[in-house]
């Protein structure tokens, strides 16, 4: 007999960076690749994202932007050991490479880095409904948060702050790279309000066309 195996409903929903990393391993594990050049010749190269990386050494020093703890403290550059969940150099016009190829692949429209069927799987709701925090969003996908039609990952480390952010039907998009710190409870209530009001006007302007 063959028994099927049934796979484990999930009953809530945590944030974690260690399972980002964990994720990366498996790339490693199947591939016999170093995440990072996996990254860099299946990911980079094809979007021709050639101002990005995880080693800031494989980059311009002179093109490098200064991130703050405040507007009075700089600091230094670093890394860390949980690199994959968020520790990508890049820049605006690399990143929305990065972004138009996510808006054309839930259109069905790209296979620069997946086939159309991976696209696909990068956007379905993984959870049942109301697991998702819903503050969040209504579910979850592949790294993408799933809200009201559209999809949008984001995130900060100390002295940056991202957010990227598609209509479902790939039709609009924006993204927002910010130096402002976010990583204490009063920088991040400063910062979610200068995102507000930055997303916002981004949100009305595109609703307005």
């Known amino acids: 007999h063959r028994h099927q195996i049934r796979q484990p409903i999930p009953d809530q929903w945590n944030y974690s960076n260690i399972a980002t990393s964990l994720a990366a391993y498996l790339v490693e594990a199947a591939t016999g690749e170093d995440f990072r050049d996996y990254v860099r ?11 990005s990386a995880y080693d800031l050494d494989n980059l311009n020093a002179d093109l490098l ?5 405040d507007k009075n403290t700089p ?20 990143l929305s490479k ?21 696209y696909a799987m990068l956007f379905n709701p993984l959870l049942p409904n109301g697991i998702t925090p819903a503050a969040l969003g209504d579910n979850q996908g592949v790294f993408w948060i799933l809200n009201q039609g559209d999809i949008s990952h984001g995130g900060s480390d100390p002295g940056i702050s991202t957010e990227m952010q598609f209509s479902g039907d790939g039709r609009v998009g924006f993204l ?7 990583s204490t409870d009063e920088h991040e209530e400063e910062y979610v309000a200068f995102a507000t009001q930055a997303l916002t006007a981004v949100i009305e302007f595109i609703q307005a066309q």
Do not use: V
Request: hydrophobic share 35%; aromatic share 12%.
């Open 75 to 94: 600091l230094p550059y670093y890394s860390n050991d949980s690199y994959p969940d968020g520790s990508l150099n890049t820049n605006n016009e690399d």
């Open 41 to 51: 010749t299946q990911i980079l190269q094809p979007l021709q994202m050639y101002n």
């Open 65 to 69: 932007a200064t991130i703050y703890f």
């Open 98 to 118: 990065f972004l138009l190829d996510m808006m054309k692949g839930a259109k069905g429209e790209s296979e620069s880095l997946f086939s159309k069927e991976g």
């Open 176 to 182: 927002m790279l910010s130096t402002m710190d976010a």
